[in-house]
């Protein structure tokens, strides 16, 4: 009996959620959260919720005035069909295409499609449009009577043994509760007051989408007409091939590699062990060099290369462009999703391939996506090849660029972790190191795959060449507690570079502190290695040229670089 009479208050939460009519409420912030769940991972999920939950708290505070009451439904019903429409799309791009909304290929569809192809779409995938429709149907309806069921305020009833769920809030849960509503509107402020977050909003970001998808369609005509007079301005040059027969030149393009990470430079890990394989098996005709980038950051890096290192006002070449006008087929194969980057570069080659669809720093795509597509050029009978490719090397986020379970460095303190305990870098920013530690290692074995493929690709006996380099470097607690793009440090601008090639003796290891590489020089190399007669070409850049002139980049965080200096003089293997 005793038991009896204690039971009605042995569940005081669940008697509040049934009757004080607190479970629709709840209901309604599981769906919105399910729903971001559904288009969105990782962090990402987070940081949503916390964009999504301010309105929220109001549908916990009791309200009087049955018009306010209304509005206050309509206005969160809105709000939170805002977050569902945003993840039901991203769950259907996910799912059908593998891809984000702002991927190349989502763009690039978009802004390719009018209203014809539009209902073309709708008519072959109606069976899926009619589906989704009837899940956002039930989802809307679900949220319509869970908002309208927000609290109440009004008289309490009398009746005895009734809970009402219109009774004011006690005292002691009203304070309660204007603490959980502070702590989400303070959190809500906070989330909305930084910028990264803000537009990740779905208002935000989809006006974004937008305007990128009209940027697309407007920079498609421009770019075109640019790329075709990059072109002609190349063949109005007339660049010659300085040697007949077959070629094969691979140009290797990695994103965030530090040389400073890699065991081919002195690193303490062993994270290049086949690069140094190939090295001990090719010896002089393998050159390592030490090189700088004169960016930070990958666009300006890759324009500077491309580009020969002139400014715009110089009206400069493009290096595919010229070595298309001399002959070469040339192949753009990519790792990475940016839209800049295939108008103003990927798109000059003869054959374009995009292996990634999820843009930025969450895109899971490994590097060894691009092998397939090489083995397809390399069986092309085109007498002339040139392959590009453009990985994502040790990009961030670093625990994206291998494999599940292969970081050999994970929880293995050595000897380059106690290096950076004595330095002071902190023990999130170590394991950091580890990660991109292994994404080297994970690059190395992409690399020297491709360095490989290279040397038994081609037409038997023709010639053939291998030329890699990062885009700019990685700040990976070397000189400072940071993990990232660096442009205030020299981390951000120390990369490698390895040219092997089968032509004549190449020049002869100086020593890697005797002729260092500059990254946006770098293109002058490329055409002697394509062995191309041009008249834009400066020997006094090219790395392997003995009138090479070694000048530092003009960039305030490389103090440490080699100053400018005469270089000993080495019979050249340039045809110029």
């Known amino acids: 009996m005793a038991l009896c009479s204690r039971s009605p208050s042995s569940t005081p939460w669940l008697r509040a959620l049934l009757r004080g009519g607190w479970l629709p409420l709840v209901l309604a912030c599981l769906v919105a959260?399910?729903?971001?769940?559904?288009?969105?991972?990782?962090?990402?999920?987070?940081?949503?919720?916390?964009?999504?939950?301010?309105?929220?708290?109001?549908?916990?505070?009791?309200?009087?005035?049955?018009?306010?009451?209304?509005?206050?439904?309509?206005?969160?019903?809105?709000?939170?069909?805002?977050?569902?429409?945003?993840?039901?799309?991203?769950?259907?791009?996910?799912?059908?295409?593998?891809?984000?909304?702002?991927?190349?290929?989502?763009?690039?569809?978009?802004?390719?499609?009018?209203?014809?192809?539009?209902?073309?779409?709708?008519?072959?995938?109606?069976?899926?449009?009619?589906?989704?429709?009837?899940?956002?149907?039930?989802?809307?309806?679900?949220?319509?009577?869970?908002?309208?069921?927000?609290?109440?305020?009004?008289?309490?009833?009398?009746?005895?043994?009734?809970?009402?769920?219109?009774?004011?809030?006690?005292?002691?849960?009203?304070?309660?509760?204007?603490?959980?509503?502070?702590?989400?509107?303070?959190?809500?402020?906070?989330?909305?007051?930084?910028?990264?977050?803000?537009?990740?909003?779905?208002?935000?970001?989809?006006?974004?989408?937008?305007?990128?998808?009209?940027?697309?369609?407007?920079?498609?005509?421009?770019?075109?007409?640019?790329?075709?007079?990059?072109?002609?301005?190349?063949?109005?040059?007339?660049?010659?091939?300085?040697?007949?027969?077959?070629?094969?030149?691979?140009?290797?393009?990695?994103?965030?590699?530090?040389?400073?990470?890699?065991?081919?430079?002195?690193?303490?890990?062993?994270?290049?062990?086949?690069?140094?394989?190939?090295?001990?098996?090719?010896?002089?005709?393998?050159?390592?060099?030490?090189?700088?980038?004169?960016?930070?950051?990958?666009?300006?890096?890759?324009?500077?290369?491309?580009?020969?290192?002139?400014?715009?006002?110089a009206h400069p070449h493009h290096a595919i462009a010229v070595a298309r006008a001399a002959g070469y087929k040339v192949w753009w194969m990519s790792n990475h999703d940016d839209v800049g980057i295939e108008q103003l570069h990927g798109r000059l080659a003869d054959e374009f391939e995009m292996n990634n669809r999820t843009p930025g720093r969450s895109g899971a795509s490994l590097d060894s996506e691009v092998l397939d597509c090489v083995e397809e050029a390399l069986a092309d009978p085109a007498p002339r090849k040139l392959l590009v490719l453009h990985l994502l090397g040790a990009h961030p986020h670093y625990d994206l660029r291998f494999p599940p379970g292969a970081n050999p460095f994970d929880d293995h303190p050595d000897a380059v972790d106690a290096t950076l305990a004595r330095a002071g870098r902190p023990g999130w920013l170590r394991d950091r190191r580890e990660e991109y530690d292994a994404a080297v290692l994970y690059h190395d074995g992409i690399v020297s795959t491709l360095l490989q493929r290279t040397r038994e690709g081609g037409a038997p006996g023709g010639y053939r060449a291998f030329m890699y380099l990062s885009d700019h470097g990685q700040e990976v607690g070397h000189g400072a507690n940071w993990a990232g793009h660096s442009p205030g440090t020299a981390a951000g601008y120390r990369i490698p570079a390895i040219v092997w090639h089968n032509g004549r003796a190449p020049l002869a290891p100086l020593g890697l502190a005797q002729r260092p590489l500059r990254a946006d020089w770098a293109a002058h190399t490329l055409v002697n290695l394509l062995r191309i007669e041009w008249k834009g070409y400066r020997p006094d850049r090219d790395v392997l040229d003995a009138r090479y002139r070694w000048l530092p980049p003009s960039v305030a965080a490389l103090a440490e670089a080699p100053r400018a200096q005469p270089l000993p003089q080495s019979p050249s293997p340039s045809p110029h």
Not at 190 to 201: G, I, N
Not at 240 to 252: F, H, I, Q, R, Y
Not at 298 to 310: Q, V
């Open 33 to 313: 959260l399910g729903l971001i769940v559904l288009g969105h991972d990782g962090k990402r999920v987070a940081q949503l919720a916390v964009l999504a939950a301010p309105p929220f708290a109001w549908l916990f505070w009791p309200v009087r005035s049955r018009w306010v009451h209304r509005l206050r439904a309509v206005l969160l019903w809105a709000w939170a069909m805002v977050f569902v429409l945003d993840g039901v799309a991203r769950a259907y791009l996910l799912q059908t295409y593998q891809a984000a909304p702002d991927s190349a290929m989502v763009l690039g569809a978009a802004a390719n499609t009018n209203a014809r192809e539009s209902a073309e779409f709708l008519r072959m995938y109606w069976r899926g449009a009619l589906l989704a429709a009837g899940f956002v149907g039930a989802v809307a309806a679900v949220l319509a009577v869970c908002v309208l069921r927000g609290r109440r305020g009004g008289p309490p009833q009398r009746a005895a043994g009734v809970a009402d769920p219109a009774a004011p809030v006690p005292r002691s849960r009203r304070a309660a509760l204007l603490g959980l509503g502070g702590a989400v509107m303070l959190t809500g402020a906070a989330a909305y007051a930084s910028k990264p977050w803000r537009r990740l909003h779905p208002l935000a970001y989809w006006a974004q989408w937008n305007d990128k998808v009209e940027h697309v369609r407007t920079g498609w005509a421009h770019q075109q007409e640019a790329r075709q007079a990059l072109l002609e301005r190349a063949r109005a040059d007339a660049p010659a091939m300085a040697e007949d027969g077959p070629a094969l030149v691979v140009l290797v393009i990695s994103d965030s590699v530090n040389r400073d990470n890699m065991s081919l430079y002195g690193y303490g890990r062993p994270t290049t062990p086949r690069l140094q394989a190939q090295q001990a098996a090719l010896g002089e005709a393998f050159t390592a060099f030490e090189a700088w980038s004169a960016d930070a950051t990958t666009l300006p890096a890759l324009r500077s290369f491309f580009r020969f290192g002139e400014p715009d006002e």
